[in-house]
């Protein structure tokens, strides 16, 4: 497993597990030998391992390995592919890029990224923002959500080319199970789900009872049994007044800003929540430049800045106008950097460590609240 919210764990998966999750998924994502995938994704997690390496193999789909995450754009232009996989923060960094006042131009720029070949794109790993995935559909190129974990080989559910809706992760595979719990958990069950945790029985016991995978997510089905995923049980933050916030919700909501490239929310036991801002440098200051606003230096001293802080302020309140009173943002820290693998903060598959997060930036926290 990732380890997002605590130590990993190994995940026992079998020849049964990856070769029904594959040909399963291979029913509603059809690829042939004449379809091109550029991969990126590393193969030591199992999202690229069976979506970009088992299923395509199954299927006798060329596959063409990228150079590195920092070539990626190059390497699209290169191979031109016709099926492309990645997780929600490559397509949120391309959309930011390519943002312009005329949503035409837009469009232009990121169908020029992604090549006139392209067919369909899938996410995954973590959630896409509803406003991502539209300004993709907007520029005439599709970008499936699906949903899975580590224990599930990993897809449980979904969208196809013929069948989607933006909004939700889509249906559940042939032969794999879904329904959601009185408490809002989903739960799963089917060929593809793990043999347990490796030398972990407790803990396997506690995933799987009665036969069903219990995932730690909260959901929804709709009636057409599209998967809407609300947020982690272990993500739920209470408010000192015992007010429950989803704190994906929010984060996913602030992300969506062209000028905010990550956010974490805390507040945990806490009255009000507060925020980590990692920001998009490069459209913060051509925002503030359009406001006759120069930044110079370098990002340690734009994180200073007063301009700053109030654009972000600005940008803040807008992105959660429709959200509750205690679900506001009331105060953030503005960081210089982004959170990376490298540090720790970040998985291979781009997915925050929130402990670790939570734990490096806990003075600058606990100074949010004591002001």
């Known amino acids: 497993t990732s380890g997002t919210t605590g130590n990993p764990k190994g995940v026992m998966l079998t020849h049964g597990n990856l070769l029904s999750n594959s040909l399963a998924a291979l029913e509603v994502m059809p690829t042939g030998p004449d379809d091109v995938v550029l991969t990126w994704l590393p193969f030591t997690h199992i999202y690229a391992r069976t979506v970009d390496h088992y299923i395509r193999m199954a299927a006798g789909t060329l596959v063409v390995l990228a150079e590195s995450a920092e070539t990626l754009v190059q390497n699209l232009d290169d191979v031109r592919p016709t099926h492309f996989a990645s997780v929600p923060r490559f397509y949120e960094k391309v959309l930011a890029s390519a943002a312009s006042a005329d949503p035409a131009e837009t469009g232009r720029r990121l169908r020029r990224v992604f090549g006139p070949r392209i067919d369909w794109m899938s996410s995954g790993g973590a959630p896409l923002p509803p406003a991502v995935a539209r300004a993709y559909h907007d520029a005439g190129l599709l970008v499936l959500q699906g949903y899975g974990l580590t224990e599930t080989a990993p897809i449980i559910t979904f969208n196809c ?68 995923i609300t947020g982690r049980k272990k993500d739920l933050l209470v408010l000192s007044n015992g007010k429950k916030v989803a704190s994906a919700c929010v984060e996913g909501l602030l992300q969506a800003d062209p000028c905010i490239d990550q956010a974490v929310v805390c507040g945990e ?50 992105a959660l106008t429709d959200l509750s009173r205690m679900e506001q943002v009331r105060k953030f820290v503005v960081l210089p950097r982004p959170f ?20 490096r930036f806990a003075e600058e926290i606990e100074r949010l609240y004591r002001e």
């Open 269 to 318: 036991g806490r009255s009000f929540l507060c925020a980590l801002l990692a920001p998009s440098w490069d459209n913060v200051r051509r925002a503030l430049a359009e406001e006759g606003v120069a930044l110079d230096g370098g990002p340690d001293e734009w994180a200073r800045r007063p301009e700053v802080r109030g654009l972000l302020e600005r940008r803040v309140c807008a």
């Open 161 to 228: 080319k013929d069948n989607y809706k933006l909004d939700t992760v889509g249906r559940p595979l042939p032969g794999v199970e879904v329904r959601v719990a009185p408490d809002g958990e989903v739960l799963t069950r089917g060929h593809n789900v793990m043999k347990g945790y490796w030398n972990d029985p407790a803990a396997t016991a506690e995933a799987i009872r009665d036969g069903w995978l219990h995932t730690g997510d909260l959901g929804e089905l709709d009636a057409d049994s599209f998967l809407r």
């Open 340 to 359: 990376t693998v490298e540090s720790g903060e970040l998985t291979v598959s781009l997915k925050l460590r929130r402990n670790v997060v939570l734990a």
